[in-house]
Structures are given as C-alpha cells and as structure tokens.
C-alpha cells in the first residue's frame, strides 16, 4: 500500500510565503514524476508543477517565478515553496507520484489535499 501525506497548507496574506511538503510511503520501488495540482472551488483540477526523477521541471505558466518545486529522491519527497502568493492561488493543493510498486503495478498516487489561502 502507497500513502501519500502532504504537510504545509494555510492562510497566508497576498504577498506571503508557504511551503507545501508532500512524503510518499509504503511499498515503492520507483518513483517517476512527482508533483503538485490545485483544485479551486468550482473548477477543475489543474497541473501547478511538476518534476521528474531525473530533474526535468514543469510548472504552470501562472506560477513561474514565484513558485519553485524539489524533491528529495531518497526520501520520497516533493516540496512547492510558494512566494509572492495572490488571492487567485487560494486552492486546495493535491501532491501526487507516478510509482512503481513491489506488487508489480505503476500508477499515479494523489494525497489527500492541504487548503491553500490567500487573503488580499
């Protein structure tokens, strides 16, 4: 079994900082892209950043420049450190991984979302 636990969420006035932490656990072989996705209310899911084992980074264009995504590979972790935070980034924030289990199977995990607020 494969758990993913996130760590970090709250208010924050615009302007501020937050750091997201995201531990995946549980029987895990290997671990492609890990990464984070916001879902604010009444809209969908959308892809924040994302980073793959080897280092190859993709965030979304609203957030270039103030957010920066990290993993640690030996730890099973992925971070999004967010500055100069806008009330439009209010969301609730999902981590997730592509792994590998010992079972044999390769899917994508999801946490199981931290509240992201931004007052203005």
């Known amino acids: 079994q494969v758990q993913l636990v996130e760590s970090g969420g709250g208010l924050v006035q615009a302007g501020g900082s937050l750091r997201l932490s995201c531990a995946a656990s549980?029987?895990?072989?290997?671990?492609?892209?890990m990464g984070w996705y916001r879902q604010a209310p009444g809209k969908q899911r959308d892809l924040v950043a994302a980073?793959?084992?080897?280092?190859?980074?993709n965030l979304a264009d609203s957030v270039k420049g103030r957010f920066t995504i990290s993993r640690d590979n030996a730890k099973n972790t992925v971070s999004l450190q967010m500055s100069g935070l806008k009330p439009e980034d209010t969301a609730v924030y999902y981590c997730?991984?592509?792994?590998?289990?010992?079972?044999?199977?390769?899917?994508?995990?999801w946490g199981q979302g931290t509240q992201v607020t931004v007052s203005s």
């Open positions: 997730n991984a592509d792994i590998q289990t010992y079972k044999g199977t390769n899917r994508r995990y």
């Open positions: 549980g029987s895990i072989v290997n671990i492609n892209a």
């Open positions: 980073l793959t084992s080897g280092g190859s980074a």
